[in-house]
C-alpha cells in the first residue's frame, strides 16, 4: 500500500461529521482501509454518512454510495464493522477491483474534543485499526508513523495541512485564496501595504503586515510549503524571493512576464550573488501557460503548476523533447 498523502478534505469531511453529531445526527464514519486492483479511491479515504440520509465525501467516486447510503438507512451500526466490496460479488464496483471499508459511529470515537483540535489546527494525527479485535483508535503522529497493515493492525497516516504563503493582496491574490482554500490548503498571506490589507475581504484568514522576508523568516518553510509573490512590486517580491528560494518551499513562483523575469534575474545575480542554478527552483513567469490575462484563470495556471510540483508530475509545457 502506498502512504496516503491525505487532502485536507479527508479531514475536513470528518469535521463536518461531528458538526452534524453537534446538531443531533446519528454519525456513521466510512474510511477505506485497503485496495486491490482498480480503485478510484485510497486508503484512508473517506465518508460521513447519517441515519437520516445525509452524506458527504466519498469512498469510490460513486459506485458504492448508494448503496452505502441505504444500509445506514435500514440497519445503523452500533460498533465498527468491516465490509468488503468487490467486482465478483454482489456487491458491485463497476470499474473492477476491491475495497475494504470500516464503518464506525462516530460517538465511538474517543477524545473527540481532542481530535476535532488537531484537524482543525491541521496537526498530523495517525488513525489505528485492529481489524482482529475490531476495534480502533487515534492518536498524534509519531516520527515513525506510516501508512501501513502488518497482519492485522492497519495505520493510517493523515498529514499535516500543506500550506500556501502568499505575499500580496491584491485581485489576483484573492482568487489564489480561494482555489487553495478549495483544494484544502492552509493559507497564509503577507502585505505591508496598508491599502491592500484594508480591501482584503477573508476575515477567516491569517494576514501578517510585516515585510515578507521578515514574514518567511518567522516561519518554518519545509517541504510541504509553498510560497508565492504577487504584488509585481520588486521592492517586495524580490525580498521573498530571495528568502524562499533559500528555504525547503517544494514551490516557489513569482508574478510577471518574460521581461519582468529576465530583469529579475539580472538584479539577483549582479547584486545579490545568485547563481542560475538557484534561479531555476523559480517558477516566474508564474503559472502554467494558458494564454490568459483573467485573475481567476491565472490564478488556475498557478494552482495547476503547484499541484503538478507537489504531485510530482512534470508538465508537458516544461518537458524537454
Known amino acids: 500500500m502506498e502512504p496516503f498523502s491525505t487532502a485536507q478534505n479527508e479531514l475536513n469531511t470528518i469535521l463536518q461529521g461531528f458538526a452534524l453529531q453537534n446538531s443531533g445526527e446519528n454519525v456513521l464514519l466510512a474510511t477505506v482501509i485497503k485496495t486491490w486492483g482498480s480503485s478510484p479511491r485510497p486508503a484512508g479515504a473517506v465518508m460521513i454518512l447519517t441515519e437520516s440520509g445525509l452524506m458527504c465525501g466519498s469512498v469510490s467516486g460513486g459506485c458504492i454510495e448508494d448503496e452505502l447510503a441505504l444500509r445506514v438507512k435500514k440497519a445503523f451500526p452500533v460498533t465498527m464493522e468491516q465490509v468488503e466490496y468487490a467486482s465478483d460479488t454482489s456487491r458491485t464496483l463497476p470499474c473492477g477491483g476491491t475495497l475494504m471499508l470500516v464503518l464506525e459511529p462516530l460517538s465511538s470515537i474517543d477524545d473527540s474534543e481532542e481530535l476535532i483540535r488537531c484537524l482543525t489546527t491541521g496537526e498530523s494525527v495517525t488513525r489505528t485499526f485492529d481489524l482482529a479485535a475490531n476495534v480502533s483508535s487515534w492518536g498524534p ?3 515513525d508513523d506510516k501508512t501501513e497493515i502488518k497482519g492485522q493492525i492497519v495505520r493510517l497516516v493523515y498529514e ?4 500556501i504563503l502568499i505575499i500580496g493582496m491584491g485581485e489576483l491574490a484573492q ?9 484544502g490548503y492552509s493559507i ?11 480591501s482584503w ?6 494576514v501578517s503586515d510585516c515585510y515578507p522576508d521578515d514574514f518567511l523568516k518567522q516561519r518554518v518553510l519545509d517541504s510541504k510549503t509553498a510560497i508565492v509573490t504577487l504584488t509585481h512590486d ?3 517580491d524580490d525580498m ?7 528555504s525547503e518551499a517544494f514551490y516557489v513562483g513569482a508574478l510577471g512576464s518574460i521581461r519582468t523575469t529576465r530583469n529579475r534575474e539580472r538584479r539577483l545575480i549582479e547584486h545579490f550573488d545568485f547563481s542560475e542554478g538557484e534561479l531555476a527552483r523559480l517558477r516566474a513567469p508564474i ?8 485573475p481567476q484563470e491565472i490564478a488556475l495556471s498557478i494552482m495547476m503548476q503547484i499541484t503538478a510540483e507537489r504531485n510530482n508530475v512534470i508538465l508537458l509545457s516544461e518537458r524537454v523533447l
Open 201 to 206: 475581504p477573508y476575515s477567516e484568514c491569517s
Open 160 to 163: 499535516k495541512a500543506w500550506r
Open 188 to 198: 497564509e498571506v503577507c502585505d505591508p501595504r496598508e491599502d491592500y490589507r484594508s
Open 141 to 143: 503522529t509519531l516520527d
Open 287 to 294: 503559472g502554467v501557460d494558458i494564454n490568459s490575462r483573467k
Open 240 to 246: 521573498a524571493i530571495m528568502e524562499a528560494l533559500a
Open 234 to 236: 520588486p521592492k517586495i
Open 175 to 183: 482568487c489564489v485564496y480561494r482555489q487553495a482554500q478549495f483544494l
